[in-house]
């Protein structure tokens, strides 16, 4: 009895024994791949603090290096251009490398990511650069003459003589602010100013809200005191143009095609119902929906009669960004744009990194076919009184009227009584 006791004992220790054994044969190649892991993920860890330390180390070293210099290290966006497409006419932008974005770390003398691509990037020839510079010296020349001949370079009251800092774009980063005028190349230059301000085209170009709105949730407005620090180490400009020619511009954008239900289509509806049955404009109204020529400037005349307040596209320039009480170091012209962008690009050292857009290129109609066939609407006293809202922007950005009134209609008749008819 004892002894069958004892081999039923020795039977469960060997199944124990056994059942041990299986178990640690199958834990122990779990155990070795464990520990091989452990030691890996330690020395992946260990391998990644090093870095970490020698990236800190590495920036600390730059920093101190750049300190020293007076030239900032900023990060470019950069478009590798396809030069078969677009030749001269480039876009700013930054984001995928699939569209061949690329993004730039630049400092005078120190690239470390791919620029724009010799055969891609837009220059202008050493005379070229000197006949552009001295046009901008011209200009700047005229500018300063012509504000102390009209005395608009006095402080006063009104919004001529105060300075109105509203609509400049003070980009820290790159050192450049602009004054947008709107419908001078606006368009082009607040997507430029909205990619240095690290949105990505992809996002611009697909996005519905207004890129004004988006620029001005990292560009905030300034005072005059933090516009003119900022102008100590930036270069300022301006983009001027025709007065007639972008009055023209903002009247079919905004009147002609207008968004429905948007507000410059509601303001239009309204100059329809209150100026389409003047008798003085019966004769030239069209049945359309949005205000004709002369009903559109009929209302911008009384606007300004009346002293109201002027919609920001048809405002005068010179109203709009004081030029004459705020220091402007280049002025660029709708007219010369292509070399004037160029020269701009090349004074701020970006021509490796930037190049001009255009946008907004109007809507398949010739601008001189345009003004001939929108200005003779109008006749000569009209045409004068609306010269002498936007008087200071052709005088100031030298721009000649005499083009226009050879296309006017002649004044009414007067009656005997000596009144219009």
């Keep these: 009895m004892k002894l069958s006791k004892s081999l039923a004992n020795c039977r469960a220790i060997r199944r124990y024994l056994l059942i041990f ?5 199958l834990l122990l190649p779990l155990s070795l791949v464990y520990l091989v892991w452990n030691e890996q993920l ?3 860890r260990g391998f990644e603090a090093f870095n970490v330390q020698q990236q800190e180390s590495q920036q600390q070293q730059q ?5 020293q210099s007076p030239y900032p290290v900023v990060r470019y966006p950069v478009l590798l251009l396809n030069k078969n497409k677009n030749k001269d ?6 984001g995928k490398t699939k569209n061949k974005w690329r993004y730039v770390d630049k400092d005078s003398n120190q690239t470390l990511l791919p620029l724009i691509p010799e055969y891609a990037v837009q220059t202008l020839t050493p005379q070229e650069m000197l006949q552009v510079e001295q046009r901008m010296d011209q200009r700047r020349e005229r500018l300063k003459d012509k504000c102390s001949a009209y005395g608009l370079d006095v ?3 009104d919004s001529w003589h105060t300075p109105n800092t509203w609509e400049f774009l003070v980009n820290k980063k790159y050192h450049i602010i602009w004054c947008n005028v709107f419908k001078a190349a606006s368009s082009s230059w607040m997507f430029n100013f909205n990619v240095l301000a690290g949105y990505s085209p992809s996002y611009l170009r697909k996005t519905k809200k207004i890129l004004l709105n988006l620029a001005r949730e990292r560009y905030p407005r300034v005072t005059l005191d933090e516009l003119r620090e900022a102008q100590n180490y930036s270069l300022t400009f301006i983009i001027a143009r025709d007065p007639f020619e972008r009055l023209l511009s903002a009247y079919r954008d905004k009147m002609v095609f207008a968004l429905p239900y948007s507000f410059h289509d509601k303001l239009g509806r309204s100059i329809v119902r209150n100026y389409r049955k003047k ?3 019966a004769g030239r109204a069209a049945n359309t929906k ?7 400037v009929h209302w911008l005349l009384d606007q300004v009669k009346r002293g109201s307040f002027i919609d920001m596209h048809f405002v005068a320039a010179t109203s709009f960004c004081t030029p004459c009480l705020i220091r402007f170091d280049m002025i660029l012209k709708f007219e010369s744009l292509a070399e004037d962008q160029l020269y701009l690009i090349e004074k701020t050292g970006l021509k490796r990194v930037i190049a001009p857009v255009w946008r907004n290129m109007g809507k398949g109609r010739k601008t001189h076919e345009l003004q001939q066939q929108f200005y003779a609407q109008l006749t000569r006293q009209e045409m004068l009184e609306l010269y002498e809202y936007y008087k200071y922007d052709f005088e100031l950005f030298d721009y000649d009227i005499q083009e226009y009134l050879q296309v006017a209609r002649p004044d009414e008749a007067e009656s005997p009584a000596g009144t219009k008819n």
């Design 21 to 25: 054994t299986a178990v640690s044969l």
């Design 42 to 44: 330690q020395k992946i």
């Design 63 to 67: 920093t101190q290096q750049h300190d």
């Design 89 to 94: 006419l480039t876009v700013v932008a930054t």
């Design 155 to 157: 402080l006063g009251h």
């Design 279 to 281: 008798p003085s404009l």
């Design 290 to 296: 949005f205000p004709s020529f002369p009903e559109f």
